[in-house]
Protein backbone atom coordinates (compact mmCIF):
# COMPACT_ATOMS: atom_id res chain seq x y z
CA UNK A 1 0.00 0.00 0.00
CA UNK A 2 1.26 3.99 -1.00
CA UNK A 3 2.74 5.23 1.96
CA UNK A 4 1.64 9.39 2.00
CA UNK A 5 3.41 9.90 4.87
CA UNK A 6 6.38 9.13 2.80
CA UNK A 7 5.74 11.14 -0.22
CA UNK A 8 4.59 14.49 1.39
CA UNK A 9 6.94 17.13 1.88
CA UNK A 10 7.48 17.14 5.68
CA UNK A 11 7.25 20.73 5.78
CA UNK A 12 4.06 21.36 4.42
CA UNK A 13 3.09 18.20 6.85
CA UNK A 14 4.20 20.78 9.98
CA UNK A 15 2.61 23.37 8.27
CA UNK A 16 -0.27 24.33 11.12
CA UNK A 17 -3.68 24.66 9.33
CA UNK A 18 -4.98 28.79 9.90
CA UNK A 19 -5.99 28.80 13.61
CA UNK A 20 -9.42 30.77 11.92
CA UNK A 21 -10.37 27.59 10.37
CA UNK A 22 -11.54 25.92 13.38
CA UNK A 23 -14.59 28.87 14.10
CA UNK A 24 -15.26 29.15 10.59
CA UNK A 25 -15.73 25.40 10.59
CA UNK A 26 -18.06 25.70 13.97
CA UNK A 27 -19.88 28.55 12.18
CA UNK A 28 -20.59 26.78 9.24
CA UNK A 29 -23.18 24.01 11.51
CA UNK A 30 -25.13 26.41 12.81
CA UNK A 31 -28.20 28.96 11.92
CA UNK A 32 -28.64 32.60 12.82
CA UNK A 33 -24.95 33.27 13.18
CA UNK A 34 -24.13 36.83 12.74
CA UNK A 35 -20.71 36.69 11.20
CA UNK A 36 -18.13 38.84 12.04
CA UNK A 37 -15.41 36.90 10.55
CA UNK A 38 -14.33 37.45 7.15
CA UNK A 39 -12.07 39.51 5.50
CA UNK A 40 -13.72 40.83 2.35
CA UNK A 41 -15.60 43.60 1.39
CA UNK A 42 -19.49 43.62 1.69
CA UNK A 43 -20.05 45.56 -1.74
CA UNK A 44 -20.51 44.09 -4.83
CA UNK A 45 -17.73 45.13 -7.63
CA UNK A 46 -18.64 48.41 -9.33
CA UNK A 47 -21.47 47.56 -12.09
CA UNK A 48 -19.04 49.16 -14.51
CA UNK A 49 -16.45 46.70 -14.00
CA UNK A 50 -18.66 43.84 -14.13
CA UNK A 51 -19.99 45.22 -17.47
CA UNK A 52 -16.68 45.33 -18.89
CA UNK A 53 -16.11 41.95 -17.97
CA UNK A 54 -19.28 40.54 -19.74
CA UNK A 55 -18.37 42.89 -23.20
CA UNK A 56 -14.97 41.28 -22.84
CA UNK A 57 -16.63 37.66 -22.66
CA UNK A 58 -19.04 38.22 -25.56
CA UNK A 59 -15.83 39.66 -27.79
CA UNK A 60 -14.26 36.28 -26.90
CA UNK A 61 -11.36 37.32 -25.00
CA UNK A 62 -10.61 34.17 -23.53
CA UNK A 63 -6.88 33.26 -24.50
CA UNK A 64 -3.70 33.37 -22.22
CA UNK A 65 -2.15 37.03 -22.02
CA UNK A 66 1.29 38.19 -22.11
CA UNK A 67 3.06 36.16 -18.88
CA UNK A 68 3.41 39.52 -16.71
CA UNK A 69 -0.39 40.98 -17.95
CA UNK A 70 -1.87 42.82 -20.70
CA UNK A 71 0.57 45.62 -21.34
CA UNK A 72 -2.33 48.17 -21.54
CA UNK A 73 -3.40 47.07 -17.22
CA UNK A 74 0.53 46.82 -16.36
CA UNK A 75 0.75 50.58 -18.18
CA UNK A 76 -2.48 51.62 -16.38
CA UNK A 77 -0.86 50.15 -12.75
CA UNK A 78 1.86 52.19 -13.45
CA UNK A 79 -0.14 55.37 -13.85
CA UNK A 80 -2.42 54.29 -10.70
CA UNK A 81 1.74 54.46 -8.80
CA UNK A 82 2.49 57.35 -9.78
CA UNK A 83 -1.05 59.15 -9.43
CA UNK A 84 -0.95 57.45 -5.71
CA UNK A 85 2.60 57.12 -4.90
CA UNK A 86 4.41 59.61 -6.82
CA UNK A 87 6.89 56.96 -8.20
CA UNK A 88 7.31 55.55 -11.47
CA UNK A 89 7.49 52.23 -12.35
CA UNK A 90 8.05 50.76 -15.85
CA UNK A 91 5.52 48.87 -17.22
CA UNK A 92 7.60 46.15 -19.20
CA UNK A 93 9.78 45.22 -16.52
CA UNK A 94 8.85 46.37 -13.37
CA UNK A 95 5.37 45.05 -13.03
CA UNK A 96 3.68 42.04 -12.79
CA UNK A 97 -0.31 41.02 -12.69
CA UNK A 98 -0.32 38.44 -10.16
CA UNK A 99 -3.13 35.68 -9.01
CA UNK A 100 -4.23 38.36 -6.41
CA UNK A 101 -2.17 39.72 -3.89
CA UNK A 102 -1.61 36.25 -2.39
CA UNK A 103 0.23 35.08 -5.55
CA UNK A 104 2.33 38.30 -5.34
CA UNK A 105 3.63 37.48 -1.87
CA UNK A 106 3.77 33.81 -2.72
CA UNK A 107 6.37 35.01 -5.81
CA UNK A 108 8.31 37.93 -3.95
CA UNK A 109 8.91 35.49 -0.64
CA UNK A 110 9.92 32.16 -2.89
CA UNK A 111 12.51 34.47 -5.04
CA UNK A 112 14.07 35.92 -2.28
CA UNK A 113 14.36 33.20 0.71
CA UNK A 114 16.66 30.60 0.82
CA UNK A 115 17.52 28.00 3.45
CA UNK A 116 18.67 29.38 6.56
CA UNK A 117 17.83 33.17 5.34
CA UNK A 118 16.34 35.14 8.50
CA UNK A 119 12.51 36.88 7.50
CA UNK A 120 11.52 39.19 9.54
CA UNK A 121 7.62 39.42 9.85
CA UNK A 122 5.65 42.20 12.26
CA UNK A 123 2.93 40.30 13.85
CA UNK A 124 0.16 39.99 14.32
CA UNK A 125 -0.68 39.76 10.51
CA UNK A 126 -2.23 38.09 7.16
CA UNK A 127 -1.48 34.46 7.85
CA UNK A 128 0.17 33.49 4.51
CA UNK A 129 3.75 35.15 4.89
CA UNK A 130 5.17 32.55 7.79
CA UNK A 131 4.18 29.36 5.91
CA UNK A 132 5.64 30.26 3.04
CA UNK A 133 8.88 31.56 4.53
CA UNK A 134 9.24 28.35 6.10
CA UNK A 135 8.26 26.67 3.26
CA UNK A 136 11.27 27.54 1.16
CA UNK A 137 13.56 26.97 4.68
CA UNK A 138 13.62 30.51 6.11
CA UNK A 139 13.81 31.22 9.27
CA UNK A 140 10.80 33.51 10.80
CA UNK A 141 11.61 35.59 13.24
CA UNK A 142 8.77 37.42 14.50
CA UNK A 143 8.68 41.25 15.06
CA UNK A 144 5.60 42.01 17.89
CA UNK A 145 3.96 45.07 17.11
CA UNK A 146 2.47 46.33 20.50
CA UNK A 147 -0.84 48.25 21.46
CA UNK A 148 0.68 51.20 23.43
CA UNK A 149 2.60 51.26 19.71
CA UNK A 150 -0.77 51.56 17.88
CA UNK A 151 0.44 48.57 16.13
CA UNK A 152 3.48 50.27 14.50
CA UNK A 153 6.94 48.81 13.86
CA UNK A 154 9.74 50.74 15.79
CA UNK A 155 12.90 51.37 14.71
CA UNK A 156 14.17 49.88 17.70
CA UNK A 157 12.00 46.91 17.37
CA UNK A 158 13.13 46.34 14.02
CA UNK A 159 16.66 47.08 14.94
CA UNK A 160 16.64 44.58 17.57
CA UNK A 161 15.90 41.90 15.32
CA UNK A 162 18.29 42.33 12.43
CA UNK A 163 21.52 39.88 12.08
CA UNK A 164 23.76 39.28 9.77
CA UNK A 165 21.70 36.41 8.24
CA UNK A 166 18.28 38.81 7.76
CA UNK A 167 17.57 38.85 4.00
CA UNK A 168 13.80 40.16 4.09
CA UNK A 169 11.32 42.06 6.01
CA UNK A 170 7.35 41.98 5.36
CA UNK A 171 5.89 45.34 5.90
CA UNK A 172 1.85 44.68 6.20
CA UNK A 173 0.32 48.22 6.13
CA UNK A 174 -2.61 49.24 6.43
CA UNK A 175 -2.55 45.83 8.31
CA UNK A 176 -4.91 42.71 8.67
CA UNK A 177 -5.92 42.56 11.66
CA UNK A 178 -5.29 45.37 13.30
CA UNK A 179 -6.18 48.27 11.17
CA UNK A 180 -2.64 49.93 12.12
CA UNK A 181 -1.28 52.13 9.88
CA UNK A 182 2.41 53.70 9.29
CA UNK A 183 2.73 57.38 8.95
CA UNK A 184 5.76 58.88 6.70
CA UNK A 185 7.55 59.72 9.89
CA UNK A 186 7.18 55.91 11.17
CA UNK A 187 8.17 54.77 7.89
CA UNK A 188 11.50 57.42 7.93
CA UNK A 189 12.47 56.37 11.10
CA UNK A 190 12.15 52.78 9.50
CA UNK A 191 14.36 53.29 6.34
CA UNK A 192 17.29 55.15 8.55
CA UNK A 193 17.19 51.83 10.19
CA UNK A 194 17.38 49.76 6.95
CA UNK A 195 19.49 52.18 4.76
CA UNK A 196 22.68 50.86 5.40
CA UNK A 197 21.82 47.22 5.06
CA UNK A 198 21.05 44.78 2.50
CA UNK A 199 17.66 43.94 3.25
CA UNK A 200 14.94 43.53 0.86
CA UNK A 201 10.95 44.66 2.07
CA UNK A 202 7.98 43.39 0.98
CA UNK A 203 5.68 46.36 1.73
CA UNK A 204 2.11 44.65 1.76
CA UNK A 205 -0.21 47.53 0.34
CA UNK A 206 -3.42 45.52 -0.26
CA UNK A 207 -5.42 47.77 1.92
CA UNK A 208 -3.68 51.09 0.57
CA UNK A 209 -7.27 52.86 -0.52
CA UNK A 210 -8.31 52.08 2.30
CA UNK A 211 -7.47 54.57 5.10
CA UNK A 212 -9.13 57.53 7.23
CA UNK A 213 -7.80 60.76 7.57
CA UNK A 214 -4.58 59.92 7.14
CA UNK A 215 -3.42 58.84 3.23
CA UNK A 216 -1.66 55.90 2.60
CA UNK A 217 2.31 56.23 2.76
CA UNK A 218 4.65 54.14 1.31
CA UNK A 219 8.20 53.00 2.13
CA UNK A 220 9.15 53.02 -1.52
CA UNK A 221 8.41 56.99 -0.73
CA UNK A 222 10.84 57.38 1.82
CA UNK A 223 14.51 58.17 0.29
CA UNK A 224 15.95 55.69 -2.03
CA UNK A 225 13.93 52.65 -0.21
CA UNK A 226 12.52 52.44 -4.18
CA UNK A 227 15.36 50.44 -4.59
CA UNK A 228 14.68 47.71 -1.82
CA UNK A 229 11.11 48.00 -1.50
CA UNK A 230 8.70 45.09 -3.11
CA UNK A 231 5.25 46.74 -3.99
CA UNK A 232 2.19 43.79 -3.24
CA UNK A 233 -1.02 45.41 -4.13
CA UNK A 234 -4.24 44.33 -5.70
CA UNK A 235 -7.96 44.68 -6.23
CA UNK A 236 -9.48 42.66 -3.66
CA UNK A 237 -10.20 44.95 -1.15
CA UNK A 238 -9.82 48.56 -2.97
CA UNK A 239 -12.52 47.38 -5.54
CA UNK A 240 -14.26 44.91 -4.03
CA UNK A 241 -12.77 42.61 -6.80
CA UNK A 242 -11.91 39.09 -4.25
CA UNK A 243 -13.05 36.93 -5.96
CA UNK A 244 -11.59 37.72 -9.70
CA UNK A 245 -8.13 36.82 -8.07
CA UNK A 246 -5.76 40.17 -9.60
CA UNK A 247 -3.46 41.80 -7.97
CA UNK A 248 0.22 42.92 -8.45
CA UNK A 249 3.85 43.05 -7.89
CA UNK A 250 5.94 46.53 -8.74
CA UNK A 251 9.14 46.68 -7.87
CA UNK A 252 12.78 47.35 -9.15
CA UNK A 253 13.67 45.55 -12.50
CA UNK A 254 16.63 43.23 -11.18
CA UNK A 255 13.95 41.84 -8.53
CA UNK A 256 10.40 41.86 -10.90
CA UNK A 257 12.76 40.05 -14.25
CA UNK A 258 13.39 36.91 -11.59
CA UNK A 259 10.07 36.67 -10.37
CA UNK A 260 8.43 36.67 -13.63
CA UNK A 261 10.59 33.51 -14.10
CA UNK A 262 8.30 31.33 -11.21
CA UNK A 263 5.03 33.45 -11.77
CA UNK A 264 5.68 32.32 -15.88
CA UNK A 265 5.93 28.38 -14.47
CA UNK A 266 3.34 28.30 -12.26
CA UNK A 267 0.87 30.43 -13.31
CA UNK A 268 1.77 31.71 -16.91
CA UNK A 269 -0.54 34.15 -16.97
CA UNK A 270 -3.50 36.10 -14.65
CA UNK A 271 -7.25 35.37 -15.44
CA UNK A 272 -7.62 37.42 -18.76
CA UNK A 273 -11.31 38.45 -18.14
CA UNK A 274 -10.16 39.87 -14.73
CA UNK A 275 -7.32 41.71 -16.27
CA UNK A 276 -9.58 43.63 -18.75
CA UNK A 277 -11.73 44.28 -16.32
CA UNK A 278 -9.59 45.67 -14.29
CA UNK A 279 -8.23 47.96 -16.46
CA UNK A 280 -11.78 49.66 -16.04
CA UNK A 281 -11.56 49.70 -12.70
CA UNK A 282 -8.58 51.94 -12.64
CA UNK A 283 -9.82 54.09 -15.35
CA UNK A 284 -13.29 54.50 -13.38
CA UNK A 285 -14.00 53.49 -10.48
CA UNK A 286 -11.87 56.05 -8.22
CA UNK A 287 -15.42 57.55 -6.79
CA UNK A 288 -16.62 54.13 -6.14
CA UNK A 289 -13.53 53.57 -3.89
CA UNK A 290 -14.74 56.84 -1.90
CA UNK A 291 -17.92 55.76 -1.65
CA UNK A 292 -16.80 52.44 0.17
CA UNK A 293 -14.17 54.06 2.00
CA UNK A 294 -16.73 56.63 3.60
CA UNK A 295 -18.84 53.75 4.55
CA UNK A 296 -16.63 51.87 6.01
CA UNK A 297 -15.08 54.86 7.96
CA UNK A 298 -18.92 55.68 9.32
CA UNK A 299 -18.69 51.60 10.94
CA UNK A 300 -15.19 52.08 12.04
CA UNK A 301 -16.16 54.71 14.12
CA UNK A 302 -19.29 53.11 15.25
CA UNK A 303 -17.39 49.94 16.25
CA UNK A 304 -14.64 51.34 18.26
CA UNK A 305 -17.03 53.47 20.17
CA UNK A 306 -19.05 50.62 21.18
CA UNK A 307 -16.05 48.26 22.05
CA UNK A 308 -14.72 51.15 24.04
CA UNK A 309 -18.13 51.04 26.24
CA UNK A 310 -18.42 47.52 26.44
CA UNK A 311 -15.38 47.78 28.32
CA UNK A 312 -12.65 46.34 25.29
CA UNK A 313 -10.31 48.20 24.77
CA UNK A 314 -10.62 49.22 21.41
CA UNK A 315 -7.73 51.38 19.52
CA UNK A 316 -8.59 53.70 16.98
CA UNK A 317 -7.47 51.87 13.77
CA UNK A 318 -6.71 53.82 10.47
CA UNK A 319 -6.85 51.56 7.67
CA UNK A 320 -8.50 48.32 6.56
CA UNK A 321 -11.39 47.36 7.24
CA UNK A 322 -10.67 45.82 11.11
CA UNK A 323 -11.00 46.57 14.60
CA UNK A 324 -8.61 44.68 16.91
CA UNK A 325 -10.46 45.21 20.50
CA UNK A 326 -8.56 43.88 23.69
CA UNK A 327 -10.34 41.04 25.47
CA UNK A 328 -8.00 40.12 28.22
CA UNK A 329 -10.54 41.99 30.79
CA UNK A 330 -12.71 39.15 30.55
CA UNK A 331 -10.24 37.11 31.98
CA UNK A 332 -10.35 34.43 28.79
CA UNK A 333 -8.07 33.65 26.32
CA UNK A 334 -8.57 34.41 22.53
CA UNK A 335 -9.91 31.38 22.02
CA UNK A 336 -12.05 30.17 24.94
CA UNK A 337 -13.52 33.87 24.06
CA UNK A 338 -14.05 33.63 20.55
CA UNK A 339 -15.55 29.51 21.44
CA UNK A 340 -17.89 30.87 24.05
CA UNK A 341 -19.03 33.84 21.54
CA UNK A 342 -20.31 31.53 18.74
CA UNK A 343 -21.62 28.63 21.06
CA UNK A 344 -23.57 31.23 23.24
CA UNK A 345 -24.61 33.94 21.03
CA UNK A 346 -23.95 33.23 17.69
CA UNK A 347 -21.17 35.58 16.51
CA UNK A 348 -18.27 34.85 15.07
CA UNK A 349 -15.53 36.73 15.21
CA UNK A 350 -11.31 35.91 14.93
CA UNK A 351 -9.19 35.18 17.55
CA UNK A 352 -6.19 37.70 17.47
CA UNK A 353 -3.32 34.89 18.04
CA UNK A 354 -4.72 33.22 14.88
CA UNK A 355 -2.10 36.34 13.30
CA UNK A 356 0.90 35.41 14.80
CA UNK A 357 1.29 34.54 18.60
CA UNK A 358 1.51 38.12 19.99
CA UNK A 359 -2.34 38.64 19.15
CA UNK A 360 -2.94 36.67 21.59
CA UNK A 361 -6.06 38.41 23.81
CA UNK A 362 -7.08 40.45 21.39
CA UNK A 363 -10.28 39.53 18.89
CA UNK A 364 -10.34 40.84 14.91
CA UNK A 365 -13.68 41.95 14.22
CA UNK A 366 -14.81 42.94 10.33
CA UNK A 367 -16.67 45.52 9.68
CA UNK A 368 -17.08 44.44 6.01
CA UNK A 369 -20.95 44.57 7.54
CA UNK A 370 -23.69 46.66 7.05
CA UNK A 371 -24.66 49.02 10.09
CA UNK A 372 -27.51 47.03 11.31
CA UNK A 373 -25.74 43.82 10.80
CA UNK A 374 -22.87 45.56 13.31
CA UNK A 375 -25.90 46.40 15.70
CA UNK A 376 -27.06 43.48 15.74
CA UNK A 377 -23.40 41.67 16.50
CA UNK A 378 -22.85 44.47 19.62
CA UNK A 379 -26.08 43.71 21.22
CA UNK A 380 -25.76 40.01 21.04
CA UNK A 381 -21.98 40.86 22.24
CA UNK A 382 -23.17 43.12 25.14
CA UNK A 383 -25.27 40.21 26.61
CA UNK A 384 -22.79 37.56 26.35
CA UNK A 385 -20.80 40.04 29.00
CA UNK A 386 -23.42 40.43 30.82
CA UNK A 387 -23.77 37.06 31.50
CA UNK A 388 -19.70 36.37 31.64
CA UNK A 389 -19.47 38.82 34.84
CA UNK A 390 -22.46 36.67 36.14
CA UNK B 1 -22.77 67.42 5.96
CA UNK B 2 -22.59 64.93 2.78
CA UNK B 3 -22.03 62.29 5.21
CA UNK B 4 -24.49 63.06 7.41
CA UNK B 5 -27.23 63.29 4.62
CA UNK B 6 -25.35 59.85 3.38
CA UNK B 7 -26.62 58.28 6.99
CA UNK B 8 -29.67 59.48 7.14
CA UNK B 9 -30.91 58.26 3.77
CA UNK B 10 -29.15 54.99 5.04
CA UNK B 11 -31.53 55.09 7.92
CA UNK B 12 -33.34 58.11 9.56
CA UNK B 13 -34.25 56.77 12.60
CA UNK B 14 -30.35 56.99 14.09
CA UNK B 15 -30.32 58.26 17.35
CA UNK B 16 -28.13 61.74 17.05
CA UNK B 17 -25.87 60.20 19.70
CA UNK B 18 -25.29 57.23 16.64
CA UNK B 19 -24.76 59.51 14.01
CA UNK B 20 -22.54 61.84 16.14
CA UNK B 21 -20.20 58.54 16.53
CA UNK B 22 -20.13 57.39 13.24
CA UNK B 23 -19.18 61.31 12.03
CA UNK B 24 -16.50 61.23 14.73
CA UNK B 25 -18.64 64.91 15.85
CA UNK B 26 -20.32 65.49 18.82
CA UNK B 27 -23.80 65.03 19.30
CA UNK B 28 -24.92 69.03 19.67
CA UNK B 29 -23.17 69.10 16.55
CA UNK B 30 -24.99 66.28 15.22
CA UNK B 31 -28.64 68.41 16.40
CA UNK B 32 -27.00 71.94 15.40
CA UNK B 33 -26.41 70.26 11.44
CA UNK B 34 -29.84 68.57 10.88
CA UNK B 35 -31.63 71.81 12.21
CA UNK B 36 -29.85 73.84 10.07
CA UNK B 37 -30.42 71.14 6.81
CA UNK B 38 -34.07 71.29 8.14
CA UNK B 39 -34.31 75.11 8.48
CA UNK B 40 -32.56 75.44 5.01
CA UNK B 41 -35.36 72.75 3.54
CA UNK B 42 -33.26 70.73 2.68
CA UNK B 43 -34.35 68.08 4.74
CA UNK B 44 -37.93 68.11 4.19
CA UNK B 45 -39.02 65.13 6.26
CA UNK B 46 -38.17 61.33 7.41
CA UNK B 47 -40.52 58.85 6.20
CA UNK B 48 -40.43 55.06 6.12
CA UNK B 49 -39.43 53.18 2.85
CA UNK B 50 -42.57 50.79 2.84
CA UNK B 51 -42.53 48.08 0.52
CA UNK B 52 -46.64 48.50 -0.24
CA UNK B 53 -46.89 44.89 -2.06
CA UNK B 54 -46.16 43.46 0.89
CA UNK B 55 -47.96 45.51 2.96
CA UNK B 56 -51.20 45.64 0.80
CA UNK B 57 -50.91 43.47 -2.20
CA UNK B 58 -54.11 44.83 -3.95
CA UNK B 59 -53.06 48.16 -3.67
CA UNK B 60 -51.67 49.55 -7.03
CA UNK B 61 -48.86 51.82 -7.85
CA UNK B 62 -49.34 53.95 -11.54
CA UNK B 63 -47.03 56.44 -13.44
CA UNK B 64 -48.82 58.75 -14.89
CA UNK B 65 -48.05 61.03 -17.62
CA UNK B 66 -49.74 64.29 -18.46
CA UNK B 67 -49.27 66.30 -21.34
CA UNK B 68 -49.92 69.85 -20.38
CA UNK B 69 -50.84 73.41 -21.87
CA UNK B 70 -48.85 75.84 -20.13
CA UNK B 71 -50.83 78.51 -18.70
CA UNK B 72 -49.98 82.13 -19.79
CA UNK B 73 -49.21 83.68 -16.11
CA UNK B 74 -48.05 80.80 -14.38
CA UNK B 75 -46.61 78.30 -16.65
CA UNK B 76 -46.85 74.47 -14.99
CA UNK B 77 -46.35 75.73 -11.58
CA UNK B 78 -50.04 76.40 -10.34
CA UNK B 79 -51.21 72.79 -12.36
CA UNK B 80 -48.77 71.07 -10.66
CA UNK B 81 -48.97 72.32 -7.08
CA UNK B 82 -53.05 71.48 -7.96
CA UNK B 83 -52.16 68.02 -8.80
CA UNK B 84 -49.83 67.56 -5.52
CA UNK B 85 -52.43 68.90 -3.05
CA UNK B 86 -54.22 64.97 -3.88
CA UNK B 87 -53.68 62.65 -1.21
CA UNK B 88 -53.21 59.72 -3.62
CA UNK B 89 -50.40 61.05 -5.18
CA UNK B 90 -46.90 60.45 -4.55
CA UNK B 91 -45.13 62.14 -6.34
CA UNK B 92 -44.92 65.17 -9.09
CA UNK B 93 -42.07 66.03 -11.31
CA UNK B 94 -41.73 68.30 -14.66
CA UNK B 95 -40.27 66.87 -17.32
CA UNK B 96 -38.22 67.33 -20.22
CA UNK B 97 -38.81 65.11 -23.26
CA UNK B 98 -42.15 63.96 -25.19
CA UNK B 99 -44.62 64.46 -22.08
CA UNK B 100 -44.26 67.21 -19.70
CA UNK B 101 -45.48 66.35 -16.36
CA UNK B 102 -45.32 62.70 -14.84
CA UNK B 103 -47.18 62.04 -11.44
CA UNK B 104 -46.71 58.82 -9.15
CA UNK B 105 -50.07 57.49 -7.52
CA UNK B 106 -50.77 55.05 -4.93
CA UNK B 107 -54.24 53.46 -5.15
CA UNK B 108 -56.21 50.64 -2.96
CA UNK B 109 -56.98 48.78 -6.02
CA UNK B 110 -57.11 49.41 -10.05
CA UNK B 111 -60.39 50.67 -10.19
CA UNK B 112 -59.27 53.50 -7.61
CA UNK B 113 -56.14 54.51 -9.56
CA UNK B 114 -58.38 54.41 -12.87
CA UNK B 115 -60.80 56.60 -11.58
CA UNK B 116 -58.72 59.07 -9.74
CA UNK B 117 -57.43 59.67 -13.53
CA UNK B 118 -60.14 59.65 -15.59
CA UNK B 119 -62.00 62.09 -12.57
CA UNK B 120 -59.52 64.44 -11.18
CA UNK B 121 -56.52 64.06 -13.77
CA UNK B 122 -58.10 63.85 -17.12
CA UNK B 123 -60.64 66.93 -16.14
CA UNK B 124 -58.01 69.47 -15.31
CA UNK B 125 -58.71 71.64 -18.68
CA UNK B 126 -54.80 72.64 -19.28
CA UNK B 127 -54.28 68.29 -19.66
CA UNK B 128 -54.66 67.40 -23.04
CA UNK B 129 -53.82 64.02 -22.70
CA UNK B 130 -52.61 61.13 -19.98
CA UNK B 131 -51.28 57.93 -20.11
CA UNK B 132 -51.35 55.19 -17.30
CA UNK B 133 -48.73 52.84 -16.13
CA UNK B 134 -49.03 50.92 -13.82
CA UNK B 135 -46.64 49.52 -11.92
CA UNK B 136 -45.85 45.34 -12.25
CA UNK B 137 -43.37 44.71 -9.15
CA UNK B 138 -40.85 46.78 -7.86
CA UNK B 139 -36.76 45.69 -6.82
CA UNK B 140 -35.86 49.35 -5.83
CA UNK B 141 -37.05 52.48 -3.92
CA UNK B 142 -35.15 55.65 -2.60
CA UNK B 143 -32.32 53.60 -2.96
CA UNK B 144 -32.92 50.50 -0.96
CA UNK B 145 -33.70 47.22 -2.48
CA UNK B 146 -37.03 46.09 -1.87
CA UNK B 147 -36.91 42.73 -3.60
CA UNK B 148 -35.87 40.82 -1.05
CA UNK B 149 -32.86 40.72 1.15
CA UNK B 150 -29.68 40.25 -0.69
CA UNK B 151 -27.87 36.78 0.76
CA UNK B 152 -24.12 37.43 2.04
CA UNK B 153 -22.54 34.99 -0.59
CA UNK B 154 -19.39 35.59 0.78
CA UNK B 155 -17.25 32.26 2.13
CA UNK B 156 -15.85 31.39 5.32
CA UNK B 157 -12.54 31.51 3.98
CA UNK B 158 -9.43 32.81 5.85
CA UNK B 159 -8.07 36.30 5.03
C1 LIG C 1 -2.84 41.78 4.28
C2 LIG C 1 -3.33 40.98 3.13
N1 LIG C 1 -2.53 40.80 2.07
C3 LIG C 1 -2.92 40.09 1.00
C4 LIG C 1 -4.18 39.51 0.94
C5 LIG C 1 -4.51 38.71 -0.27
O1 LIG C 1 -5.60 39.16 -0.98
P1 LIG C 1 -5.84 38.81 -2.52
O2 LIG C 1 -5.06 37.59 -2.82
O3 LIG C 1 -7.30 38.60 -2.63
O4 LIG C 1 -5.36 39.98 -3.29
C6 LIG C 1 -5.05 39.67 2.02
C7 LIG C 1 -6.39 39.05 2.03
O5 LIG C 1 -7.07 38.98 2.99
C8 LIG C 1 -4.62 40.43 3.14
O6 LIG C 1 -5.42 40.63 4.20
Redesign the pocket.
Known amino acids: MIDYERLLNGKIKNTKPSGIRKYFDMAETMDNVISLGV??PDFKTPWVVRQEAINILERGRTNYTANSGLIDLRKEISAYINRKLGLSFDPKSEIIVT???????DLAIRCIVEPGDEVLICEP??V?YRPIAELVGGKVVSIETKAENEFRLTADELKSKITDNTKLLIL?FP??PTGAIMTRADLEAIAEVLKDTNIAVIS?E??SELTYGEKHCSLAQIGDMRERTII?D????AYA??GW???FLAGPKPLIEQMLKLHQYAIMSSPTVSQYAAIKALKECDADIEKMRNEYNARRRYLVDAFNRLGLDCFTPKG?FYVFPCIKSTGLTSDEFCEKLIMSKRVAVVPGNAFGGCGEGYIRVSYAYSISHLKEAIRRITEFLEELKG | MDELIRLLKQNARMTDDELAVMLGVSADEVRKMIAKLEADGIIKGYSAIIDEAEYDPNSVFALIELNVTPQSQSGYEEIARQIASYDEVASVRLMSGTYDILVEVIGANIRDVSLFVSQRLATIDAVQSTATHFVLKAYKDNGIIIDGEEKDERSWV??
Open positions: GEVGGSEAISFCPNNDIYVGFSKMTRLGA | IS
